[in-house]
């Protein structure tokens, strides 16, 4: 991951505390080649200008014992797009919610305690949302890679 708009040590450093948030300002420091100071600084600078939002922990999903990730695919119609969006956005089960390429398609990912909750789960979204046309879901069973390692993007919405 590149960010523009900054310089390569503040790259470096996002890398740094992408790999490892918890990293020190002198370990960090030592890697990019300043003082604890002024890498203190430059990451202040970064939250000020909201490049980095926020530090969380991540949990690998195979490390727990109970539940599964999911993804669901929903093509829904035009005039039912925000009315799903908002219903998806208060959803307990699902994390994220995408809106993507295709015609009115929304994509999601949540985590469920049990295949059997994701089926009835998926089958009330569909029936209880008229204006869902076609909703697919999935059970992640494999990472083959995480190239973001638990980072959080801050979603912005744009008036098109």
């Given at each position: ?57 991540a949990i690998t999903p195979e490390k727990c014992t109970q539940g ?93």
């Amino acid at each position: 991951m590149y960010i523009e708009g900054v310089d390569s040590i503040d790259n470096k450093i996002i890398r740094l505390l992408k790999k490892n948030a918890r990293m020190s300002y002198s370990a960090i420091g030592e890697e990019v080649g300043l003082s604890r100071v002024a890498v203190k600084n430059r990451i202040d600078v970064l939250e000020q200008k909201r490049i980095i939002t926020g530090y969380h922990v991540a949990i690998t999903p195979e490390k727990c014992t109970q539940g599964l990730e999911f993804t669901i695919d929903l093509e829904v119609q035009q005039n039912e797009m925000q009315h799903i969006i908002d219903v998806l956005c208060k959803d307990k089960f699902i994390r994220k919610v995408y809106g993507t390429t295709g015609r009115n398609r929304i994509h999601c990912q949540g985590y469920v305690p049990s295949s059997k909750t994701l089926k009835i789960h998926a089958q009330n979204l569909f029936d209880h949302n008229i204006g869902i046309l076609k909703l697919e879901w999935y059970i992640m069973m494999t990472t083959y890679k995480d190239e973001d390692g638990g980072v959080v993007y801050a979603g912005v919405k744009e008036d098109i």
